[in-house]
């Protein structure tokens, strides 16, 4: 019987098919499985016929419905393996066939795939522009040490004829993977030494055939990465019936650098905008550092249970391995710093919610007639008393309060401090504390207890814009200071909580470690150029805390629609326009799943939910964490949009008493400069919502916009006014 093999390609467009498409694909492929090499070319329901005029004369289709038709590689060697590559319109399945040539690598063995049409047709006008190009962009390597990469002939006669880097993107979706990727590499920098030992002979099997005596079996077996090799009829209908949740493990070579590198020598940060992968580097390293040592033991950490959730699971699919995973802890900073205090007194801290420490301050500012207002003592609190350590009065007095907007003089610090010590004392009583200083009490355990021994060999750090100093040591204490004892990634445009922090000023210097990443993998350009918009004019410090951070250079290599931007009379026709908006998306052939909605607060999403339904449009709601198997538009609201991509997001609800929101916001006159740090934080708040998106993006508001929105124009194409 044959066997069946399923590529990457297959997965991507699987995973946008809709429900009956996906119910044809199941039937063909179970019937498929059932039939002997013989039957399956005689069978008339599968129609498994060749395709005219086809560059590589293995290509066949297959009967899907009356519609659609699957692709399908045969083989020609002897073997028992069909590789499914895509699912179609009838059409476009003939058309898309007739175009690729599927090939062994070189040097890789891994089989690879290229559009040889666009090839051919792109090649000759760039010989003509390279003719009188004063440089060419691999001039400096012999065509030998481009063989030996794994470049082909058609491929070297292309890269010949590249001038540029954009002549080479250019290239990026026609080449075959494993090669565009050693030109990518090239073209970063990289030496053929170090190209062959990261990416050829990684990938490369121990005791590969010779050159030319490569089967389609085997070479399927050398792609197990990009290839999945189907061996049941049980495993078919499980991975059929169930969304395939393919993660992305390819690294652009500038990702990979540092992801890679094998050492640094101290603590190390990566930068970069929404979308240019610094999550995926992060796991990356996790990795890397785990192949060193059987022993090793790492930490994997974030901010937010959602994010720690969501780094456990693609880290479970990036690794694949259970013992590797058993040495790894995912968690956020709280949970470990938690676990700290617990383990090494034997009492379980008991923190209280930000609303009851708020009242707290409530009471007290109250009980001593303080002229300070609860919010103003919480974050002086937060950000002087915590964020330097500071235990005793002495120590308040003679204090930095650089980033607080409103002077203190000695008088009021005294009596500022009787606030504080009464705050700690009725904490006490009560047997409570804050999650903050949860983490300075387990930074204070691990210093003292430690003696040189500490729980984690690495610490690798995610989204760590919005860490606190406090959660910082307790971070910091967690390892050992030595070579690759921290790896932290981390953009300040996304700080959508009031923290800020100097890691300089923490004793972390990441100097000489620093890396920026400029491309945006998961957006178009034309939604990265409109939410960058909002950020226009906005001072961000970095988070090494040696000047500012800045978007310059930050860009996408994808293209598509403009965001759409809609204001509204009321909020009701908002509700009634974003239905429709849903309800044409899905018709795109998007499904509910791979489309959001968010909003400022959880009663609009209500609303939003409630209207979805009564259309018949399922929806869930992301606080209840539903699987990738449940269907349904997801409802977030903007900060749970947080480490989140969807195809297409509606961020609802964009109006300026919601963005900023006035109870977020310390009054001028109570802190100027707290005032200015939180309607940037508000400003990053929608940044990070409308940078979700991959593919469309529609931004609404009834009544007022929020005053952000003036940063781009609401007279640009594809506004509207209900």
Same mark, same amino acid.
């Given at each position: ?112 795939? !290229? =559009? %040889? #049409? &666009? ?8 010989? @003509?522009?390279?003719? $009188?190009?004063? *440089? ?60 062959? !030992? =990261? %990416? #050829? &002979? ?8 010779? @050159?030319?005596?490569? $089967?389609?079996? *085997? ?81 994997? *950490? ?421």
């Amino acid at each position: 019987m044959p066997q069946l093999a399923f590529t990457d390609s297959f997965w991507e467009t699987y995973d946008q098919l809709e429900k009956p498409i996906k119910s044809g694909v199941r039937k063909a492929m179970a019937k498929f499985r059932t039939l002997s090499i013989a039957e399956l070319h005689a069978d008339k329901g599968l129609h498994l016929e060749s395709v005219e005029k086809a560059r590589d004369p293995r290509m066949r289709t297959i009967r899907i419905t009356d519609f659609w038709r699957g692709v399908v590689l045969a083989p020609d060697d002897g073997s028992d393996i069909f590789l499914l590559l895509r699912v179609l319109p009838h059409d476009d399945a003939y058309g898309w066939a007739a175009k690729r040539l599927y090939t062994i690598n070189t040097a890789t063995r891994a089989v690879e795939v !290229r =559009d %040889v #049409v &666009a090839i051919e047709q792109l090649t000759p006008p760039l010989e @003509e522009i390279a003719a $009188t190009a004063p *440089t060419l962009l691999f001039a400096r390597w012999s065509d030998t040490v481009l063989r030996d990469l794994g470049i082909d002939a058609q491929v070297l006669r292309a890269a010949r004829a590249i001038s540029g880097r954009d002549q080479l993107d250019a290239f990026g979706g026609v080449l075959p993977q494993d090669q565009f990727e050693v030109l990518q590499f090239l073209a970063e920098g990289f030496s053929p030494e170090e190209i062959y !030992r =990261d %990416v #050829v &002979a990684a990938r490369r099997p121990v005791g590969a055939a010779p @050159e030319g005596s490569d $089967t389609l079996a *085997t070479a399927i077996a050398n792609t197990r990465s990009r290839i999945t090799l189907v061996t049941s009829s049980e495993e078919l209908t499980e991975i059929l019936d169930k969304p395939f949740a393919a993660w992305r493990v390819f690294l652009h070579p500038s990702q990979r650098r540092v992801a890679y590198r094998p050492s640094y020598n101290g603590p190390a940060q990566v930068s970069g905008g929404p979308g240019t992968g610094k999550t995926v580097v992060a796991l990356h390293r996790v990795k890397h550092l785990l192949s060193r040592s059987r022993d090793t033991r790492v930490l994997l *950490t974030t901010f937010t249970n959602a994010l720690a959730g969501m780094l456990r699971e693609n880290l479970a699919l990036l690794l694949d391995d259970n013992e590797k995973l058993a040495r790894v802890d995912v968690t956020t900073v709280d949970a470990f710093a938690n676990r700290v205090v617990r383990e090494l007194t034997g009492r379980t801290p008991s923190p209280i919610s930000d609303m009851d420490e708020r009242r707290l301050w409530r009471r007290i500012q109250r009980r001593l007639d303080l002229p300070w207002a609860e919010q103003f003592l919480a974050q002086e609190f937060r950000q002087v008393i915590l964020a330097q350590a500071i235990t005793t009065e002495a120590e308040y007095l003679r204090a930095d309060r650089r980033g607080r907007g409103s002077a203190l003089r000695e008088p009021q610090r005294t009596q500022l401090w009787k606030a504080i010590e009464e705050f700690r004392t009725e904490l006490n009583a009560t047997g409570k504390t804050t999650h903050l200083q949860i983490c300075a009490r387990a930074a204070e355990l691990l210093d003292t207890t430690g003696r040189g021994e500490r729980p984690y060999d690495h610490v690798v750090v995610d989204e760590a814009q919005d860490l606190h100093p406090s959660q910082w040591r307790a971070v910091r204490a967690a390892v050992a200071e030595r070579p690759d004892d921290l790896f932290i990634t981390g953009d300040p445009h996304q700080r959508i909580y009031d923290s800020r922090v100097s890691l300089r000023t923490l004793g972390i210097s990441v100097a000489g470690r620093s890396s920026r990443l400029r491309v945006n993998y998961r957006s178009t350009a034309e939604i990265l150029a409109w939410s960058t918009g909002l950020m226009s004019g906005s001072a961000i410090e970095d988070l090494g805390g040696d000047g500012d951070d800045t978007l310059l250079g930050y860009r996408s290599l994808l293209h598509g629609n403009r965001p759409h931007r809609s204001g509204y009379e009321n909020e009701q026709a908002e509700v009634a326009a974003l239905v429709e908006r849903v309800r044409e998306w899905i018709g795109q052939a998007v499904l509910p799943g791979e489309i959001a909605v968010c909003a400022r607060f959880n009663l609009l999403l209500d609303k939003v939910f409630d209207h979805l339904n009564a259309a018949g449009i399922a929806a869930v709601k992301v606080k209840d964490r539903p699987g990738a198997d449940v269907d349904g538009v997801r409802l977030a609201s903007m900060h749970a949009m947080k480490g989140l991509e969807f195809r297409c997001v509606a961020v609802v609800g964009a109006t300026a008493s919601a963005i900023p929101f006035a109870k977020e916001i310390t009054p001028a006159e109570v802190d100027s400069q707290q005032h200015a740090n939180d309607l940037l934080k508000e400003r990053c708040l929608l940044f990070v919502a409308c940078t979700r998106a991959r593919e469309q993006l529609s931004v609404s508001w009834s009544g007022r916009p929020s005053p952000f929105l003036s940063a781009v124009s609401l007279g640009e194409a594809g506004a509207h006014r209900g």
